[in-house]
């Protein structure tokens, strides 16, 4: 049985109980705080945000940036007895102003460099100086119940407007236990964060183990490595838009991973060619978990003992998954792409809004709005977002699956395909580009042939066009929803 703490913030006042010396999170620019003087800033920022907001039950956003003050924060609110909801500071002015009306968010704790994009009538609580926790200690932490909500996670709104997921502590506690086990945390692990903000799923995993976290905030590819060589890091965690730049990157044959004994990937599909091309380099497994804000967030991790490149891995433990016909709902055999279901201790307590359970089946289940299907061994292969995937003369197409032969050709730095109506096939495949080293229509229609030699009819590309970038959300994920309607208004001008 999985170890797990009551409360969530139950997990740095243990490890500072068990290892008060030892370093909790240091940072690339020498900050460094120990378990003890972590304990201590949780317990007086509590103080901090039970004097300016009051509670229990008050909901607090803080942003999410890549900085041990934001741990103070999460652990500090949730000891006050109060919700918090992750804000990602690469948000748009209206994206955070949406996350803060929809959750009632009472207090934003955020860095001065944010503040001016906040709406007014917020009150802002700095992310930057000691007024976090410049309080006397909490007198005693107001009572939680496992099955009160901890957070309030945002999805990523690719498919659509943002929906607030209600996580409760025993959620986000057993995920904890979870990730400590697929990525074989112990006490004394170094983990290196390559990320660009602080995701919780890291930040509660490496303090329920005792582990170090280092949080590597240069986005330069090469630096993150030798951090990674000078902490002596055992795990290296990144997204998979930095480790596919990175596996093409020139100065990949020069850099070595020392101590590291896995890279792990997460937040969406990490391409096959990067993952053999990282993983021969370093000699290491480079691993892909999977999940979502309603699973809190892991149900999958791919094993470092028995990778497979481009699965995600058998379920963690106490998690369970299957795929349905995406009609008929009847439970598929392996190797069937359908709709991939899962169930757990981890799965949310029910959308902001929305009544307890009302997301989940009779059995419990619920449903992803992932297409995938499960090998023998029950290694799970995610192939597309349902809303994403398409009919072209009654066959379903997967952008993603295109975008993989795309990228695989050399003349393409980055792409994303999409669905555009045909009068004739319901829809077919369009592309954006952002083209290496060629411009122009012409040869533009030139990768898109030499692509579509190697695609079935019904996957290949009828539409391209070339773009500067293709835009993302803060954790790599595609808009899709967004990109469709920009293709849309290019192919008819």
């Given at each position: 049985m999985l170890d797990s703490v009551a409360r969530l913030d139950d997990l740095p006042r243990r490890a500072a109980a068990a290892d008060p010396g030892g370093t909790a999170i240091r940072t690339d620019r020498g900050e460094l705080l120990d378990f003890a003087e972590l304990d201590r800033r949780v317990d007086r920022c509590a103080e901090r945000v039970r004097s300016l907001v009051g509670g229990p039950g008050r909901i607090v956003a803080i942003a999410s940036v890549l900085s041990p003050a934001f741990a103070v924060a999460y652990y500090g609110t949730l000891r006050a007895g109060n919700v918090v909801v992750p804000v990602i500071p690469l948000l748009r002015e209206e994206g955070i102003a949406h996350l803060l009306a929809a959750s009632g968010a009472e207090l934003v704790i955020a860095p001065a460099a944010l503040a001016g994009r906040l709406p007014a009538g917020v009150p802002v609580l700095g992310l930057d100086g000691e007024e976090l926790w410049d309080a006397p200690p909490l007198r005693s932490a107001p009572p939680v119940q496992p099955d009160d909500v901890a957070t309030i996670h945002f999805t990523s709104g690719t498919t659509g407007a943002p929906k607030g997921v209600r996580q409760t502590h025993d959620n986000l506690a057993v995920n904890a236990a979870q990730t400590v086990w697929a990525h074989g945390l112990v006490s004394g692990s170094v983990t290196v964060n390559h990320l660009p903000t602080y995701h919780p799923m890291h930040l509660n995993s490496a303090l329920h183990a005792g582990a170090t976290q280092v949080l590597c905030t240069d986005p330069d590819l090469a630096a993150s490595v030798h951090t990674a060589n000078a902490v002596r890091a055992n795990v290296y965690y990144s997204l998979p838009m930095r480790l596919s730049r990175l596996a093409?990157?020139?100065?990949?044959?020069?850099?070595?991973?020392?101590?590291?004994?896995?890279?792990?990937?997460?937040?969406?599909?990490?391409?096959?060619?990067?993952?053999?091309?990282?993983?021969?380099?370093?000699?290491?497994?480079?691993?892909?978990?999977?999940?979502?804000?309603?699973?809190?967030?892991?149900?999958?991790?791919?094993?470092?003992?028995?990778?497979?490149?481009?699965?995600?891995?058998?379920?963690?433990?106490?998690?369970?998954?299957?795929?349905?016909?995406?009609?008929?709902?009847?439970?598929?055999?392996?190797?069937?792409?359908?709709?991939?279901?899962?169930?757990?201790?981890?799965?949310?307590?029910?959308?902001?809004?929305?009544?307890?359970?009302?997301?989940?089946?009779?059995?419990?289940?619920?449903?992803?709005?992932?297409?995938?299907?499960?090998?023998?061994?029950?290694?799970?292969?995610?192939?597309?977002?349902?809303?994403?995937?398409?009919?072209?003369?009654?066959?379903?197409?997967?952008?993603?699956?295109?975008?993989?032969?795309?990228?695989?050709?050399?003349?393409?730095?980055?792409?994303?395909?999409?669905?555009?109506?045909?009068?004739?096939?319901?829809?077919?495949?369009?592309?954006?580009?952002?083209?290496?080293?060629?411009?122009?229509?012409?040869?533009?229609?030139?990768?898109?042939?030499?692509?579509?030699?190697?695609?079935?009819?019904?996957?290949?590309?009828?539409?391209?066009?070339?773009?500067?970038?293709?835009?993302?959300?803060?954790?790599?994920?595609?808009?899709?929803?967004?990109?469709?309607?920009?293709?849309?208004?290019?192919?008819?001008?």
């Open positions: 093409a990157d020139p100065v990949l044959p020069g850099l070595r991973l020392k101590t590291v004994r896995a890279v792990f990937s997460g937040g969406s599909a990490l391409p096959v060619s990067a993952t053999r091309a990282l993983s021969d380099q370093f000699g290491i497994p480079v691993l892909q978990g999977y999940g979502l804000a309603e699973t809190s967030p892991m149900t999958h991790c791919d094993r470092p003992h028995r990778p497979k490149p481009g699965s995600c891995g058998p379920t963690v433990p106490g998690a369970e998954c299957r795929i349905v016909d995406l009609v008929t709902r009847k439970l598929l055999e392996p190797g069937t792409r359908g709709e991939i279901q899962v169930r757990g201790p981890q799965l949310m307590r029910g959308y902001l809004g929305e009544s307890d359970g009302s997301a989940l089946d009779d059995e419990g289940w619920f449903n992803t709005g992932d297409v995938g299907y499960l090998d023998s061994d029950g290694y799970l292969f995610v192939v597309d977002r349902l809303k994403d995937v398409f009919k072209c003369d009654n066959w379903l197409v997967s952008p993603n699956e295109v975008e993989r032969v795309l990228l695989g050709h050399p003349a393409v730095a980055d792409c994303v395909v999409v669905d555009c109506p045909d009068r004739f096939s319901g829809a077919v495949a369009g592309a954006l580009v952002v083209p290496k080293g060629v411009t122009g229509q012409s040869a533009l229609e030139a990768i898109a042939a030499q692509v579509n030699e190697e695609l079935p009819y019904f996957q290949r590309i009828r539409h391209i066009r070339e773009v500067t970038e293709i835009t993302r959300t803060g954790s790599g994920k595609v808009r899709r929803t967004e990109l469709r309607e920009f293709l849309q208004d290019l192919l008819t001008q």
